[in-house]
């Protein structure tokens, strides 16, 4: 099992604020990356660091971490944001790099 | 920009070796600054990162595939590989390679992968 939780499955009513959160606690000394996956596609990167988003990321993508757990925050959720959505940090070592489980985001 | 391409064998038999090639192209692994990482994606979705390595040949790998698992670079084409002995059905997956950036951000240690290959599927079946 991963040392990175992630709830299975969250949806949002389109245009709301979702919030996916990351839970391990390498988590209290690594900050998390943030991947969106659509089906048939590869993990594209929309967050890292404290609150970083990659050149061509929308500004509604926004990043938070506290304590053991990281936070991936889509302000005004879009019918194309509806993906899966990875973490990706340290383990408890800090030697490994680990993925959570993945969350499934469903825009309503 | 940089942009990654895996290739290699889409079918493998049960306890041979795996192995996928990932060019590199609109950058030089040589360049330094990044490790180069290889990640897999089970047909149930998990993703798991299988290693990674510097341009200089250093190499870092899961402590699950260790035993299995090598990387390589090979600088003057602009490549890097994986080889994953003795595999079986539960190797199948796609395999994704990536650029791989570990360093400081505002207050505190970060890393994150990007941009990733397309990914190649790999079956492992007799």
């Known amino acids: 099992s991963s040392e990175l939780t992630q709830d299975p499955a969250v949806s949002v009513a389109l245009g709301q604020i979702v919030t996916i959160t990351c839970q391990g606690d390498?988590?209290?000394?690594?900050?998390a990356s943030w991947y969106q996956q659509k089906p048939g596609q590869a993990p594209v990167l929309v967050i890292f660091g404290k609150d970083n988003r990659p050149s061509g990321i929308p500004d509604r993508f926004s990043g938070s971490s506290s304590e053991n757990t990281a936070s991936l925050t889509i302000t005004g959720a879009q019918a194309e944001d509806e993906a899966d959505y990875y973490c990706n940090s340290r383990d408890n070592s800090g030697d490994h790099v680990v993925f959570g489980g993945g969350t499934k985001l469903t825009v309503l | 920009q940089v942009q990654l391409q895996e290739s290699g064998p889409g079918l493998v038999k049960p306890s041979q070796t795996l192995s996928l090639t990932c060019t590199v192209s609109g950058g030089s692994i040589s360049s330094g600054g990044y490790y180069w990482s290889w990640i897999r994606q089970f047909p149930g979705k998990g993703l798991e990162w299988i290693g990674n390595?510097?341009?200089?040949?250093?190499?870092y790998y899961s402590p699950s595939l260790k035993s299995r698992v090598t990387i390589s670079v090979d600088t003057s084409k602009n490549q890097f590989s994986v080889r994953l002995s003795s595999v079986t059905a539960a190797d199948t997956a796609v395999y994704y390679c990536a650029r791989h950036r570990v360093g400081q951000c505002t207050g505190g240690s970060c890393e994150w992968l990007d941009p990733w290959g397309q990914g190649t599927l790999v079956t492992v079946s007799s």
């Open positions: 390498s988590l209290r000394s690594y900050y």
């Open positions: 390595i510097y341009y200089s040949g250093n190499t």
